[in-house]
């Protein structure tokens, strides 16, 4: 199988091509890159296909991390994600960025209880607890909303705190990316394909809107 992966969660945008040529074998391509998501993701994406060898009519499955994390570069991967289906039919897949850390920390070597912590704004975190041990991971805690308080309260009780920014806030921590190249490690084995029109951005506040007041004529 031929993946396609879009990680832009973070503040180090990441793009990866991922081929299965046969049991057991694994061949990968990754690009990296920091700064505004609007600066050339489509670029990111030709380099990373050249480097591997493929045309973009070659990839069979797109992987998007869903976040939590920078909300403009979420909703630009799932809105390629989309176009890309339209165009040409590929399967899509949808992974929680939080689980890409986990994955990251345990290929980092990191074992044990940890939380994953990621910045919400407004003096929050989203946070998912896993333990890492033996032959990968499991979750023992969902991704949840978390005051700064709580957070504190986490490391002032030993738990060890990984994420893309973490150590800005916390000493000790480990910080760690959501790396698109394992965002499609932990496709190769999914089968939960979805359309286009259900990718959506993993975001726990309730969105409000409100309502403009009605125009009024002057004069």
């Known amino acids: 199988m031929k993946i396609l992966a879009v990680e832009f969660s973070s503040s180090q945008r990441s793009v990866a091509v991922l081929e299965t040529p046969g049991p057991g074998k694994l061949v990968e391509a990754e690009v990296v890159e920091a700064g505004p998501v609007e600066n050339r993701p489509l670029g990111m994406i030709e380099q990373a296909l050249r480097e591997a060898g493929l045309e973009r009519e070659q990839v069979e499955l797109l992987v998007i991390g869903l976040g939590p994390g920078s909300y403009t570069g979420i909703r630009a991967a799932i809105s390629l994600g989309q176009g890309w289906q339209l165009a040409n039919g590929v399967r899509l897949l949808g992974i929680s960025s939080a689980e890409c850390i986990a994955a990251q920390g345990y290929a980092e070597g990191i074992r044990g209880p940890i939380g994953v912590m990621i910045d919400a704004q407004r003096n929050e975190f989203y946070v998912a607890e896993y333990e890492l041990a033996g032959e990968g991971w499991r979750e023992l805690a969902p991704l949840k909303l978390a005051t700064f308080a709580d957070v504190k309260s986490l490391h002032a009780a030993g738990e060890v705190l990984i994420g893309p920014e973490v150590t ?29 029109d259900k990718l959506q951005p993993i975001y726990l506040r309730e969105t409000k809107f409100v309502k403009a007041a009605p125009p009024r004529r002057l004069g």
């Not at 959501?178 to 359309?195: I, Q, S």
């Open 168 to 196: 800005k806030w916390f000493p000790g921590t480990r910080q760690v990316f959501p790396w698109a190249v394992t965002l499609g490690r932990l496709a190769v084995a999914r089968r939960d394909f979805v359309a286009g």
